[in-house]
């Protein structure tokens, strides 16, 4: 099979040391281990399709690997499986600034469509943490959120056309020019989402956007969590919002201690909330900060420096959370109505198990979409909390995953989220484009009993 | 199998009386017609499912039927069908202010879900001519767009929730009350546009929208078609575009001659554009008017007595359209820059074929969705032109169906929007799903060969 893949891709494209395969088969937490016979790293789409013809005649599972930043143990290997990796899809195609979309292949950065964008004079809709590694084809696959859900909408909304190898070894090339389009299924949107399960994207189109003219941050203090979401509830429909994050005011006085960054306001909760239009809206923010019932002065942003220091109390997260070790980590979707009850059990939950433990929420309130953080945790003792808060999520009228997919973590708990009539069907189609289930394998359905 | 299907649903539900029946099996236009052996009213999802299980096990074909407003033979029986009629499914829940959104069965009129919406304090995002009669499961089935598309996207944006009967007789729920969800594949996306080939809908959630507080309409002239377009490609980009809407100046001359409505302005090609927000509206559009090239002075309308009247130059076309017979109608998609290029060509190509036939252009221009509809055309000459029609489409990188789906009429044209390798995955699906074809037979696909 490797003599034949190295046909494919040529044979400097065919890894097999065992250090770089051992290295790239956990995730980046350390807590998932698989195994890989080899890494391949095909160059266009046809070579993507020639991979998987061949590891489908050869009975091989294969794992496709992006950016693996996955926070659901995503991209590791559990069949000895040869590993697929897009890192070599990296061409970025000229930004059609009539139709605002570029084309790019599946490995590129999050942070070079952005470049691309903005040196187009253009904004992408989707911003994360994690922009500098994560590929947009892993990001579709798993149909990422992040910064901009709120008014762009999750990946899946900036596809506008698609280049899928199939398991089969076929090539599917949805390259429509129109914006409006209804002839027959939406294929594009059942292979976002799917986490690679029943295709690779090797190619996107993407939206892009006019950059707002004028924009106005603001992070205000709350003493409750239940006054904050009625204000973010309330900000969730203004026209021109364009963030609004919920910050645990614990998290910004360890950002405070172990950072150096003195939070903004005061307040036990804190709320970041961005206008942007193309006109101003400083006195329009202000009118709506009148009408929610924060703790104190808001601290306001107009320029952009003053922005870049206001978004520090929610960019530190990404390191801050990690000063006790590695936090257990949590991505939940919510109904409104649901988040302070799921805030006060999930921490009662947590503490219950590990009294120490500091649990801390943050996230993108707009969707109810939210991390749960549990810090001081010890990882040997995590399985049983995860159980538990699944079952939590579930009873609150949750979703199990909001934003980072199912992956390996998450598998076992889909019946929470999906009913078995769903199940069946996805299983069902899935079969039909995958019919002997050798394409990411490990993710999304646990193994048939 | 009329018995078993009296037992699942009521004998009274059971309809065979020849004449319902070829009233039934007929197209709006009296084009398409075809055979029902049988007229079913279920009233559950689970009498859906328990309908559609008999006439699998019995060999029988079966055609969805909702409001039967389909231009393009949607619902139109081929085989002998059991036809299965949504119009008992009408209920209508209680609207959810808080998550904004509603629970309307498949039978449920757009008219009604309007009403309900508005009676809460909200608005529904789409809007067409249709809507006393469209209903909202066939609107889900072919993903309708219509008056509100730019601001608020087409039904599928609109669909949070869903309950579909599938073709093997079971009933997948997926009554999410969270916005944010990736838990696997977006199976609801599937059956919107799917045009009732891989289930049917029974039940939907419906996503509402807060009522903007301040709108402000124009309808502006233009001399070339160009200039329109410029225009329009710069308001669907403005936050908080409610409508864009293009109409041949011609057209409106007909209303004027026949209606007795003037057009609000004097243009070879008019614009309806409308802004709503929050806030006031009126001096922004102003602004942007300014920067336009019209060929006067706009008409504007700042209440809602203006406002109806400058809408009526877009709301009369249904019924002036018609004064010539039945027009030929064309709903097509193309790229913002190829629209000019359209609009001459298929003027040309139908006086071609029919000096004295008037080809009239209008349409959502914000989406490059356009309506073209061919007065004084024969109706036996039409297929020449239609197939024409559908070349020149695809010559301009455009789409055959934009927002009425493919149903019988367009399904021999459907190669010319998807590629082999797009249809045959897609045919795999359904074939997945359905594995006997027997579920709206007529539509979408062609007969295999």
């Known amino acids: ?68 930043t996955s926070l659901v143990a995503g991209a590791v290997p559990e069949h000895d499986d040869v590993l697929l990796s ?17 084309t790019t292949g599946a490995g590129v950065s999050l942070a070079a469509v952005q470049t691309a964008a903005l040196s187009a004079g253009l904004v992408f809709g989707v911003d994360l943490s994690a922009r500098d590694t994560a590929t947009v084809g ?38 429509s020019r129109v914006r409006s389009d209804n002839t027959g299924y939406d294929m594009a949107s059942l292979f976002v989402g799917a986490e690679g399960t029943l295709g690779v994207i090797t190619e996107l189109d993407l939206r892009l956007h006019p950059i707002p003219a004028h924009r106005v941050t603001a992070v205000c203090g709350f003493d409750s969590l239940d006054l904050l979401v009625a204000a973010g509830r309330m900000f969730a429909e203004v026209d021109g919002i364009a963030a609004l994050e919920l910050v645990d005011g614990r998290a910004a006085a360890l950002s405070h201690e172990h950072l150096g960054f003195p939070p903004p306001v005061a ?35 107009v320029d952009a420096a003053a922005q870049q220091r206001l978004w520090r109390v929610r960019e530190s997260l990404a390191e801050v959370l990690g000063v006790y070790g590695p936090p257990l980590k ?32 943050f996230g993108h309130i707009g969707e109810g979409n939210l991390h749960l953080n549990v810090l001081r945790f010890p990882v040997e003792r995590e399985a049983d909390l995860y159980a538990e808060m699944m079952e939590l999520i579930a009873g609150c009228g949750g979703n199990v995953s909001s934003e980072h997919g199912v992956g390996t973590r998450k598998r076992p708990y889909l019946s929470m ?33």
Request: with cysteine.
């Open 138 to 175: 892993g990001m579709a696959s798993t149909n990422a959120g992040g910064l901009r859900t709120v008014r762009y909408g999750n990946m899946g909304e900036q596809v506008v056309g698609l280049e899928v190898a199939l398991p089969d070894g076929s090539v599917l090339r949805r390259h």
């Open 417 to 449: 989220s999906r009913e078995a009539a769903d199940i069946a069907a996805m299983r069902t189609v899935k079969a039909a484009l995958d019919p002997t289930g050798y394409l990411n394998a490990a993710v999304l359905f646990s193994p048939s009993p």
């Open 330 to 361: 949590f991505d939940v979707s919510l109904p409104l109505s649901a988040i302070c009850e799921f805030a006060s059990r999930s921490a009662d939950l947590a503490r219950r198990q590990v009294r120490d433990s500091l649990p801390l929420l």
């Open 1 to 68: 099979m490797l003599s034949s893949l190295a046909d494919v891709v040529g044979s400097k494209h065919v890894l097999t040391d065992p250090d770089v395969l051992a290295a790239r088969s956990i995730d980046h937490t350390g807590r998932y281990r698989g195994r890989a016979s080899a890494l391949v790293r095909p160059g266009s789409a046809d070579e993507v399709a020639g991979v998987l013809r061949i590891c489908r005649d050869a009975g091989a599972f294969v794992t496709v690997q992006g950016g693996r």
């Open 267 to 301: 307040g036990d909760w804190l709320l970041l909330v961005e206008l942007a239009a193309d006109h101003d809206q400083t006195e329009r923010l202000a009118e709506l900060l009148d009408d929610a019932q924060l703790c104190g002065e808001p601290a306001v942003g």
């Open 86 to 102: 897009t890192e070599r899809l990296s061409a970025i195609s000229e930004v059609d600034t009539v139709e605002r979309r570029v």
